[in-house]
C-alpha cells in the first residue's frame, strides 16, 4: 500500500475500535463527527495518530481534515496544489484605504465610544444576570446542560434599555413604532450618533449615495410577532423582518445607496463593514453607515446552545485561557462612518483608523456544519494581508474572534501563528485579545465591537487588557512561541521596528455557518494641526449654539453638554 493508504487503513480501524463499528461499514468520505466520534474522541485521535506515524500533529487535525480521506493525504504529505494556491494570496501595494471618520456604539456597559474605551481600558467585565423583565432565568436554569428544557447559563451581556425609542424625533409614528423590532430603533439611534461623532449633519445626507451596510441574525422580535395570528397589525410586516433594520435607516435619513442587512451569523457585521470598504472603492457610494446590532429577547436560541454545549458554565467568556469552556451571549449595536482615505484628508475629518484591506472566505465542509477550519482561517489571514500589501509578521495586534470555546481558540491560535509569526523576532511578540471577554458575545454585532475596540486602540495607542485571562491553556500550544494574550492593565501600543510610525492590527470574525472575515488596519496618518484657537478672554462666556425638535429634547441636550463639559 502507498503512505496514503496505508494512513487511511490505520485510521479506518482506529475508529472502528473507537465506535465499535464493524470497518467495512465506515466511508472515508464521511466527516469524522458523523461516524461518532465526539470532539474529545477526535483530539485523542491526532494524539494516536502522531505516535503510529512518529511525527507531531496538530490536537485539530480532525477538525482541519475531517474526514479519513483527507486526514491521510494531509499526513502522507499530499495536499492539493489548489488548497496551498488558495491559501497563498497576491497583492503588492494594496487597494485604497478606507477611515473610520465616526463612531457610534451601545454595549453592555456603555453607550458611546468615550464610555466604551473606559470600559476595555478599565478591565471591565460588563456581563451579568439576565433582567427580569426578559424572561425568568431561575426557572430555565440547570447547571447540567443535558437537562430538557433548562439551560446552563443564568448570565449575558445586557443593555440597560431596548424598549426606549425617540419615535417622534424619526418623525414616526407610535403605532409604527410599537411594532418595529428593537433592533430597528437602536441601529437607527445608534447611526445618527455616529454621524453626529463624524460631525456629518444626518440632514445634509437626504438625496446622496451613502450607503448602509448593517449585520443582522437574531430574529427574537419576528417570532414573537409571526407565531401568532391574532392582533395582527399593518406594521409588523415591516416591523418583523431584518431587511428593514438598514432599509429603515436608509429611509429616515433619505439616502439613496446601496442599502442591505448581512447575515453570515456571528461574522455579519464585520463581513458588512468589509462590504461596505468594497463599495466605497468601486465608487458605489461615497459615505457609508456600517455596522450591526443583536438584540437578545428570548432564551429560545440560548437553550438550544445550551444543549448543544456552546454556554459557559460560570456565564462568562474566556478567551484562550485554560478554563476555556464556551461563552455567554450578549447584545448591543455599533456602526463606523467610512470614506476612503483621500477623501477623509481633504474633508479635514478626524481619522480614527484606516482599513487597509480585508478578505472573505467559507470554510466549505469541515466536522460538522458549525466546526471552524484551521486551513480556511490561514487561507482567509494570507488574502487580507497579501490583499493590503502589508508583511503578516509587522503586525502587532490581532482582535480575535476568541468565543472561549476550546477547540475553537485553539484552531484559531493555530491559524495566527502559522500565518502572522513566520519572520517576526521574539523580541515582538504577537499580541491577541477579545472584547468578548469584556462583554460576551454579541454575535451578529461581535465583529463591529471588535472593530471598534481596535480603532479606538489605534486612536489611543494603547492595547485593552483581554479579562479573564489567567494562562494559556496546555492544548494551545502556545509555550515557547512569539505570541501573548494582553492581560493584566494592557499595554502602550509597541514600538515599531526601525522608527516607522505605522501601527498595524487585524480584527477577525468567523460565523457558525463557515463565514470568515478578517480586516487589516492601521493608525491614522499623521496630518498637520491647526493652530490651537486663540481664546476669546478671560472669564468671558463662550456660546454653544443647541438645537433640538423639541423643548424637553432641548433641555436633555443641554444637559448632556453640562456634563460633557464638566
Known amino acids: 500500500m502507498t503512505g496514503i493508504d496505508a494512513i487511511a487503513a490505520w485510521l ?289 436560541i440560548a437553550l438550544s446552545f445550551s444543549r448543544g454545549g456552546l454556554m459557559a458554565a460560570d456565564g462568562r467568556c474566556k478567551p484562550f485561557d485554560h478554563r476555556a469552556d464556551g461563552y455567554v451571549r450578549a447584545e448591543g449595536a455599533g456602526v463606523v462612518v467610512l470614506k476612503t482615505l483621500s477623501q477623509a484628508v481633504a474633508d479635514g475629518d478626524r481619522v480614527y483608523a484606516v482599513i487597509r484591506a480585508g478578505a472573505l472566505n467559507s470554510d466549505g465542509r469541515t466536522n460538522g456544519l458549525t466546526a471552524p477550519s484551521r486551513p480556511a482561517q490561514e487561507a482567509l489571514l494570507r488574502s487580507a494581508y497579501a490583499a493590503a500589501g502589508v508583511d503578516a509578521a509587522a503586525v502587532d495586534y490581532v482582535e480575535a474572534h476568541g468565543t472561549g470555546t476550546a477547540v475553537g481558540d485553539r484552531i484559531e491560535l493555530g491559524a495566527l501563528v502559522d500565518v502572522l509569526l513566520p519572520g517576526r523576532t521574539d523580541d515582538r511578540p504577537l499580541v491577541v485579545g477579545s472584547a468578548k471577554s469584556n462583554l460576551g458575545h454579541l454575535e451578529a454585532a461581535a465583529g463591529i465591537a471588535g472593530l471598534i475596540k481596535v480603532a479606538l486602540a489605534l486612536h489611543h495607542g494603547e492595547i485593552p487588557p483581554t479579562v479573564h485571562f489567567e494562562r494559556p491553556s496546555p492544548l494551545s500550544g502556545l509555550d515557547g512561541l512569539a505570541v501573548r494574550v494582553a492581560a493584566g492593565n494592557g499595554q502602550r501600543w509597541p514600538d515599531r521596528p526601525g522608527g516607522r510610525p505605522d501601527r498595524l492590527a487585524g480584527v477577525s470574525s468567523f460565523g457558525f455557518g463557515g463565514t470568515n472575515s478578517h480586516l487589516v488596519l492601521s493608525g491614522a496618518p499623521a496630518t498637520p494641526q491647526p493652530p490651537p484657537a486663540e481664546p476669546s478672554g478671560d472669564g468671558e462666556p463662550v456660546l454653544l449654539p443647541l438645537s433640538a425638535r423639541t423643548g424637553p429634547a432641548l433641555a436633555r441636550r443641554a444637559a448632556a453638554w453640562a456634563t460633557r463639559l464638566a
Request: glycine share 12%.
Open 12 to 300: 479506518l480501524a482506529r475508529i472502528a475500535e473507537v465506535t465499535g463499528a464493524e470497518p467495512d461499514t465506515i466511508d472515508s468520505d464521511i466527516e469524522f463527527i458523523a461516524l461518532g466520534l465526539t470532539s474529545m474522541q477526535a483530539v485523542e485521535l491526532s494524539d494516536d495518530l502522531q505516535r503510529h506515524i512518529g511525527r507531531p500533529l496538530s490536537p485539530t487535525l480532525a477538525y482541519d481534515y475531517p474526514t479519513i480521506g483527507a486526514a491521510a493525504a494531509f499526513v502522507a504529505g499530499l495536499a492539493s496544489e489548489a488548497g496551498e494556491a488558495l491559501a497563498t494570496g497576491t497583492g503588492t501595494g494594496g487597494p485604497e484605504p478606507v477611515a473610520i471618520v465616526g463612531i457610534g456604539c451601545r454595549v453592555p456597559g456603555a453607550a458611546g465610544p468615550e464610555a466604551y474605551w473606559r470600559l476595555l481600558t478599565g478591565g471591565v467585565d460588563a456581563v451579568g444576570h439576565v433582567p427580569p423583565a426578559r424572561w425568568d432565568a431561575a426557572a430555565l436554569y440547570d447547571p447540567d446542560p443535558a437537562t430538557a428544557g433548562k439551560m446552563n447559563t443564568r448570565w449575558g451581556g445586557f443593555l440597560d434599555d431596548v424598549e426606549g425609542f425617540d419615535a417622534e424625533f424619526f418623525g414616526i409614528a407610535a403605532r409604527e413604532a410599537s411594532r418595529m423590532d428593537p433592533q430597528q430603533r437602536i441601529a437607527l439611534e445608534v447611526a445618527w450618533e455616529a454621524l453626529e461623532d463624524a460631525g456629518v449633519a444626518p440632514s445634509g445626507l437626504a438625496g446622496s449615495r451613502t450607503g448602509v451596510y448593517l449585520g443582522a441574525s437574531t430574529f427574537d422580535h419576528g417570532i414573537a410577532m409571526f407565531s401568532t395570528l391574532d392582533g395582527a397589525e399593518p406594521y409588523d410586516g415591516t416591523g418583523g423582518v431584518l431587511s428593514i433594520v438598514a432599509n429603515r435607516l436608509s429611509y429616515c435619513l433619505n439616502l439613496r445607496g446601496p442599502s442591505l442587512v448581512v447575515d453570515t451569523a456571528c461574522s455579519s457585521s464585520l463581513v458588512a463593514v468589509y462590504l461596505a470598504c468594497q463599495a466605497l472603492r468601486a465608487g458605489e457610494t461615497g459615505l457609508a453607515l456600517a455596522g450591526g446590532v443583536n438584540v437578545i429577547t428570548s432564551p429560545r
